[in-house]
T-cell receptor, first 108, second 115 residues
Framework: EDKVVQSPLSLVVHEGDTVTLNCSYE??????LLWYKQEKKAPTFLFML????IEKKSGRLSSILDKKELFSILNITATQTGDSAVYLC????????FGTGTRLQVFP | DTGVSQDPRHKITKRGQNVTFRCDPI?????LYWYRQTLGQGPEFLTY????????KSRLLSDRFSAERPKGSFSTLEIQRTEQGDSAMYLC?????????????FGEGSRLTVL
């Protein structure tokens, strides 16, 4: 059965800290891996990764995929209170299979 | 607004009642997905359509759940004889099928509360 596992489940940090969120997967018919940010509503798209070793970057967020070891990480540097959210990792096969998410809380 | 829209946004119902949710995808998207999300969990896949064809249904989708996409545009998700365990956010998403994997675009969700 396809599965996506995220760790840690929850993370509490202070503003300015750097965090690393982990996502590992076991699926058949891998097509891509996606990261989403979810606040109180629907998930919003952050990154899509299809190739190993190529870092995607958007401001203070960056992500990389390792297709040999079947994992991805999402880094957030210089965290801000607005980064507080649930970060979801999802693997695309014919559908999206989501992990449970990592709840990040950033305190001033 | 040309994004994915869902209706209603909130629904409160009594156990045993039937409810129906509607999703209007982005107009050029031929794939439409339904997910369910409970508190503290990631979205769980329920079913998806390519045009009007329902291509896959999750084992999570009991016989009380039915989804349709009759003309390949909007979709409905009906839950019959609701139970308290059906309380969740029901998310719809759409995408374009094809060889290149693209992201899904999510609607705001329909939150169901079963009393």
């Amino acid at each position: 059965e396809d599965k996506v596992v995220q760790s840690p489940l929850s993370l509490v940090v202070h503003e300015g800290d750097t965090v690393t969120l982990n996502c590992s997967y076991e699926v058949t018919n891998f097509r891509s891996l996606l990261w989403y940010k979810q606040e109180k509503k629907a998930p919003t798209f952050l990154f899509m990764l299809t190739s190993s070793g190529i870092e995607k970057k958007s401001g203070r967020l960056s992500s990389i995929l390792d297709k040999k070891e079947l994992f991805s990480i999402l880094n957030i540097t210089a965290t801000q209170t607005g980064d507080s959210a649930v970060y979801l990792c999802a693997v695309r096969t014919d559908k999206l299979i989501f992990g449970t998410g990592t709840r990040l809380q950033v305190f001033p | 607004d040309t994004g994915v829209s869902q209706d209603p946004r909130h629904k409160i119902t009594k156990r045993g009642q039937n409810v129906t949710f509607r999703c209007d995808p982005i107009s050029e998207h031929n794939r439409l997905y339904w997910y369910r999300q409970t508190l503290g969990q990631g979205p769980e896949f329920l079913t998806y359509f390519q045009n009007e064809a329902q291509l896959e249904k999750s084992r999570l989708l009991s016989d009380r759940f039915s989804a349709e996409r009759p003309k390949g545009s909007f979709s409905t998700l009906e839950i019959q004889r609701t139970e308290q365990g059906d309380s969740a956010m029901y998310l719809c998403a759409s995408s374009i099928s094809g060889g290149f994997p693209g992201e899904l675009f999510f609607g705001e969700g329909s939150r169901l509360t079963v009393l």
